[in-house]
């Protein structure tokens, strides 16, 4: 069943103040009451006592909001998805020249911190080594230590966009079936495996 939400008053700051919601057969069942921010993005408005997950579509010519818990929880299904999805291509580490990388969090801080040091002009700041994910010590010099930074982090900046963009992709989409058609498989760029 789908519900509408009548707008009954909106006040001088443009915000919903009072309405009613209808059944998909047109009866009143309920009195909704609080603010619904018409200027912002997206509709908010908070659950009712059931706790369900309430997402807004406005129809601004019949000044309607459509009321849709069954989308707001797919789309956060599908979006915990991609964020798991991206969390375990950076534990798949990144393989350059033939050595995997480890790419968890304080993995890209300690890089991080060996480019800026060596952005600053600071020699060897890795100590002429660097641990591999398989435990091993790779000698690197300064040229090839940056060179691993720059290729991490352009990894990992396609890893986030890619994400982004998915999740972009799946808020876009308005119906269920446009929801599960967003590929979240699609788009990740390779390890280098």
Sequence with gaps: MVDYIAVTNWDSNNRVTSSERFSSEGRAVTFLSGTIDKNSDAFVAVAPASGNPWEWVADPILETLTYSPELGALRARRKVAVT??????????RIHNGNTYQLR??????LNAIK????GGAANPHGGTYRSAANAN???????MEALCDDVFAYCRDLIKNAAALKDSIDAA???TAINTVDINSGWPSNGA
């Design 174 to 176: 308005s119906t269920a």
């Design 105 to 110: 969090s304080q993995d890209r801080q300690n």
């Design 138 to 144: 790779v000698t690197l010099n300064d040229t090839q």
């Design 84 to 93: 798991a999805l991206l969390s375990a291509k950076f534990n798949a580490g």
């Design 116 to 119: 800026n040091m060596l952005n």
